[in-house]
């Protein structure tokens, strides 16, 4: 599995335009319905279900990340919506920094190993320091495609 096949172009923020947790949530649940990767999934029940995840633990693990993620019946694959903020958002992280790139990850229920295969694309990446500046760095739309498509090249995970 690769991070291009799991990004929905059209979830992906160059900009978050929120610095608030929950906000930022709700944007990057915004961005996956309007590009028809969570059709039939009403925005209050997704955006419940993540926060709902985020009170048992966050998913700010550190470094400038997060990787809220959530499992719902009616999702049909492996979606992944990538927000950046330039300014930084407070998600209660491990190491009680800032967030610079949020990954949502939306998963159907019923198929536990894709969520799996998909969460170690996505950390097997984001541990890489180079790979978090330059998606810091990244400021447009087209940037973070080309650096995703980049990051599949050079990690190549099966």
Do not use: C, W
């Not at 929905?8 to 990767?37: F, K, Q």
């Not at 633990?57 to 990340?65: E, H, W």
Request: aromatic share 6%.
């Amino acid at each position: 599995m690769r991070l291009t096949e799991i990004v929905v172009p059209g979830a992906v923020i160059p900009a978050l335009a929120s610095s608030e947790r929950d906000e930022v949530i709700g944007e990057l649940v915004d961005a996956l319905i309007a590009a028809g990767a969570a059709a039939g999934i009403p925005r209050e029940e997704l955006v419940k279900a993540v926060l709902e995840r985020e009170k048992r633990g966050s998913t700010g693990f550190g470094k400038g990340v997060a990787v809220p993620h959530v499992k719902h019946t009616s999702a049909k694959k492996v979606s992944l919506a990538v927000g950046l903020s330039p300014t930084g958002v407070d998600f209660n992280s491990l190491d009680k920094q800032p967030v610079y790139s949020v990954f949502l990850l939306l998963s159907p229920a019923d198929n536990p190993e894709e969520h799996l295969k998909a969460m170690e694309v996505i950390f097997k990446n984001l541990s890489y320091d180079t790979f978090r500046r330059f998606l810091r760095q990244a400021s447009t739309h087209a940037a973070v495609m080309d650096l995703l498509e980049e990051a599949d090249g050079q990690h190549m995970g099966g």
